[in-house]
């Protein structure tokens, strides 16, 4: 009996307008997304489709997930990229190449990360849809593969401005997807009235008629579910619709939808059944991949008569997804397997051995060796947990214990690369109990102990190492060196300088400098972890003997290393050759679409900049990391990041300070990142001083300096708290902690032979001395920053000079106008507001006129982002350059430059590149001399 055809959907009046808003919405160019949610049957697909038929100039594409045991990592993406195919060559290169490798398309290109790929394909559909509006629609999206259902939620996260939108089926309580977690708005589908369903059965019954008394049964037997409706319509004959034949004693609805649809296929005869099975199996429900692999492909046929699947644009469709799930799971084992077999004889390389392991009930070294080859291809695609749960197949059918180990362990680093962190567990303690080989524990150990760092267990992650380590002893100086060094990072991320330091000395024990390079080992962590712990003279002795590689455009994984480098020579004041080497970092990872390493590395280059008086564009990096950091869901990296803007805004005296600090310890505290509660605390500690608001300023140092005195920070500039300590001990009256502080200082400043703690002690002597003795102290402190010019630290030196000389009894007011107008310059350029008005009241004290501080439009006044899409130009970038090297739309970039040309009165990119190059790049130029 054939169904009725209908006109709309019953009972989903509001939905469909919903979803005709959201179309709508891609029309006038301010797209969205949305994502329908419902139990199985409940017509999340019919809402799907019926919006797709309803649309007006759109242009559609659909991609539809496939229940499967075989996954192929980044198929759902690729199926996208492949419609806009031709688009590709007006992305960046580098885009075009990530995209391309992951449909398998041209070369193999170096891999990109996932975000930077998920970016790759935002710029691809919002190019696209600058020619005509464009509707994605996703059906049973918690069935694609996890790298396609993570590229199209990023998308859809990010199609407000733009003339596109995303709509997504996924089933209630799938454990793929958490459509609650989605960060999308979610349309939950109800069950149908009891009206909607009695319209349902009179429109599905029209030309042959339901009697009332069957209706009404039938209506609460499929309790709401129009699939179930459907289905026990179609299982009874006219006359048991029509109540001349009495129905089943008990009806099958809306809870028991597989087993009416299993009756279905159980009238079939075997060769349709085994079709059906086979077409169930497929990856990708390929037609002519199905065909080939049947016996008959009439059989396929006769299910299309069915009513069970249709045959139509070259894909086997299954009516519903239930049908497909149910057949499978009535199959026997031995009828899978032959199945499998039969889909694998036929199949394309890269599918073939996915198939074969699917089938494959014992160990076969063949088979685990194309699964880990496979595996390697997902990776290089970007689909870590594809190629992680691969290699854990693999690892099932390799016969030798020490094989079975090794691949464990591959599958959990991509477990780990993929968030994956619960995967891990298990995984390496099944390779730990695999093989009974000490540096195969070890390397089980280890890679344990890195999810563990990574996922915040800090203290977990200490033991782990330290039982890697046991394992080894002495027999492996390479294994041991390795461990070490991952220590001293985590002792580094865990705020404790100390065991750092003693771990960066072990991993020297083991191999030297020459040995670890030679091993593409990251050595920059020993002398990073010496330099922390105050051993600045040690530290750079092994940088300067150490051979840098300068060309990270050519080995990405070198990347983090020279990050620390860059930190480590800002730490020891050589601000010149950091910027240098972070640039070329943050330049090589743009380039190579690797964001990765971007949050630490922009949080870095904020931290220069702020020292170097570059205020402007430490904001702006250090916000860009924040964002970055957050989308990459890298918890420490983005706390890191917040503590830096934190700072500039604090010295601006922007009240965002506070929440930026209490927001970067409240992530340190859940990543494991103890030391962001110095960070956050500093921070506070300088707002207030900068405020005179002293007694608070205290409150904040005196909690730091109990966790310093715990932790024995021994780099003066990693948190620069101190000297702040000693001036807000001195203004509030307890002049024996200042000295006592000011002593540890001092030794500080002795022990590194740095000279901004040796400009600060000074001045701090300065404040404790009284009258002319002061000027001694002032004048060293003068010398001392004319070695390393940090600007900020100047005028501050000069402004408690100025004060010094007007609180005397011999007033020396002409004198300290001079001072306190050089402060006053320095101020007003980094718009350090707070600083200003202390300078500004001392000038007044002093009896000069203070003029109105001139403001003018600049740098300063855009956002993060405009002022990053402004430097990019620039440097000369196109927009889709620009776009794909600060991970945003084309679109985007477009909407940032219309801004910056209001804001700053300019009309063209010349004149912008003019503004910037004025403006932006002499503060680039001083840090370079230092």
């Given amino acids: 009996m054939g169904r009725q ?41 019919a809402l799907l489709l019926d919006a797709v038929g309803r649309s007006q100039g759109h242009r559609v594409v659909v991609i539809k997930g496939v229940e499967s045991e075989v996954e192929l990592a980044g198929s759902g993406l690729g199926e996208l990229i492949g419609v806009f195919a031709d688009e ?101 589908l109800p069950r149908l009235s009891t009206t909607d369903s009695h319209a349902l059965l009179a429109a599905l019954t029209a030309e042959i008629g339901i009697e009332p008394r069957v209706a009404a049964e039938l209506a609460a037997a499929a309790d709401g579910n129009p699939l179930a409706v459907r ?72 299910a299309a008569a069915a009513g069970l699947i249709s045959l139509t644009g070259g894909r086997v469709e299954f009516s519903h997804p239930l049908l497909r799930s149910a057949i499978s799971d009535a199959a026997s084992a031995r009828a899978r397997s032959r199945a499998y077999d ?9 599918v073939r051995v996915l198939y074969q392991a699917a089938s494959a009930r014992t160990p076969d070294e063949a088979i685990a060796g194309g699964l880990e080859h496979a595996a390697g291809r997902a990776r290089h695609a970007g689909g870590h947990l594809t190629a992680a749960r691969t290699l854990r197949r693999a690892a099932e059918l390799t016969g030798s214990a020490k094989g079975r180990a090794r691949r464990l362990l591959l599958a959990a680093a991509d477990a780990r690369a993929a968030g994956r962190l619960d995967l891990v567990e298990g995984w390496v303690r099944d390779a730990y109990a695999a093989t009974d080989v000490a540096a195969v524990r070890a390397d089980a150990r280890t890679e344990y102990a890195r999810a563990a760092m990574w996922s915040g267990q800090i203290n977990k992650a200490r033991a782990v190492f330290a039982d890697a380590l046991r394992h080894i002893g002495e027999s492996d100086p390479g294994r041991a060196a390795e461990i070490h060094l991952e220590l001293a990072l985590l002792e580094t991320m865990g705020g404790r300088p100390p065991d750092a330091a003693v771990a960066a000395v072990n991993a020297l024990k083991h191999l030297s400098v020459e040995e670890m390079r030679s091993r593409r080992l990251p050595w920059p962590l020993a002398p990073h972890a010496m330099i922390l712990n105050g051993d600045v003279a040690g530290g750079l002795e092994l940088l300067d003997r150490g051979v ?32 240098e080497l972070i640039d070329q970092v943050i330049e090589a990872a743009r380039s190579a679409s690797a964001p990765l390493i971007l949050p630490d590395a922009l949080a870095g280059r904020s931290e220069i900049a702020h020292w170097t008086g570059s205020w402007t564009i430490a904001a702006a990096d250090a916000a860009e990391a924040v964002r970055l950091g957050r989308e990459l869901d890298q918890l420490g990296a983005e706390a890191f990041a917040m503590t830096r803007l934190g700072n500039v805004q604090a010295d601006r005296g922007d009240e965002a300070a506070l929440a930026m600090a209490g927001a970067a310890e409240e992530l340190g505290t859940r990543g494991g990142v103890d030391c962001m509660t110095a960070y956050a605390d500093a921070i506070r500690g300088r707002f207030e001083l900068g405020r005179s608001n002293f007694r608070a300023a205290a409150r904040a140092l005196d909690r730091l300096a109990a966790q310093v005195d715990e932790i024995s920070l021994g780099s003066p500039l990693t948190v620069p708290w101190a000297a702040d300590y000693v001036e807000v001990l001195i203004r509030t009256g307890r002049r024996d902690d ?59 030196t000069l402004l408690c000079w100025g004060n010094s000389l007007l609180s005397r009894r011999a007033r020396q007011p002409a004198r300290a106008g001079e001072l306190l107008a050089d402060a006053l310059r320095t101020f007003e350029r980094l718009r350090a507001t707070p600083w200003i008005r202390q300078a500004q009241a001392a000038l007044t004290a002093a009896g000069v006129a203070v003029p109105a501080t001139a403001r003018t439009s600049g740098l300063d ?26 991970f945003i739309s084309r679109k985007t970039v477009e909407r940032h430059l219309s801004a910056v040309y209001r804001k700053l009165g300019l009309r063209s990119r010349t004149e912008l590149t003019a503004h910037v190059t004025r403006n932006g790049r002499a503060d680039r130029e001083a840090v370079a001399s230092s």
């Fill in 5 to 45: 055809v209908m006109e709309g959907l019953v009972g989903r009046t509001a939905e469909c307008a919903r979803v005709a808003g959201l179309m709508e919405d891609a029309r006038l160019a301010r797209g969205g997304a949305l994502v329908i949610s419902g139990e199985p049957g409940i017509g999340k697909t």
């Fill in 548 to 579: 840098l590689d300068l060309t990270p455009r050519a080995n990405p994984h070198a990347l983090p290393a020279l990050c620390h480098t860059a930190q480590s020579f800002t730490w020891c004041e050589r601000f010149g050759p950091a910027i």
């Fill in 88 to 188: 590709l060559g007006r992305l960046p290169e580098s885009q075009a190449n990530a995209l391309r490798a992951v449909r398998g398309a041209g070369g193999r290109p170096a891999a990109a990360s996932p975000y930077a790929i998920f970016a790759a394909v935002h710029g691809l559909v919002t190019l696209a849809a600058e020619e005509r509006p464009l509707i994605i629609a996703v059906d049973d999206a918690h069935w694609l593969d996890p790298m396609s259902r993570d590229g199209l939620l990023f998308v859809g996260r990010r199609l407000t401005e733009h003339a596109a939108s995303l709509l997504m089926t996924v089933r209630t309580h799938e454990p793929a997807l958490d459509h609650r977690a989605t960060g999308l708005p979610v349309l939950e």
């Fill in 231 to 302: 289905e026990l319509v179609a299982s009874l004959s006219a006359g048991q619709l029509r109540g001349h034949v009495a129905l089943p004693e008990t009806l099958a609805g809306g809870r028991a939808l597989r087993g009416l649809m299993s009756s279905r296929v159980a009238r079939l005869d075997a060769d349709t059944g085994e079709a059906l099975l086979i077409a169930a199996l497929s990856v990708d429900a390929d037609l002519a991949a199905v065909t080939r692999a049947v016996r008959t492909p009439e059989s396929l046929e006769h």
């Fill in 342 to 350: 039969a889909l694998a004889a036929t199949a394309a390389d890269e």
């Fill in 738 to 796: 200042a000295l006592r502080r000011h002593a540890d200082l001092e030794g500080q400043a002795d022990r590194t032979g740095l000279s901004w703690p040796a400009a600060a002690a000074a001045r701090c002597r300065g404040l404790l001395a009284s009258g002319d003795a002061a000027d001694e102290h002032f004048e060293e402190a003068m010398s001392r920053h004319a070695r390393v010019d940090v600007p900020f630290e100047r005028a501050r």
């Fill in 861 to 886: 006044d855009l956002t993060a982002q405009e002022l990053q899409v402004s430097l990019a130009v620039a440097r000369g970038l196109s927009n889709p350059e620009v776009g794909a090297a600060l």
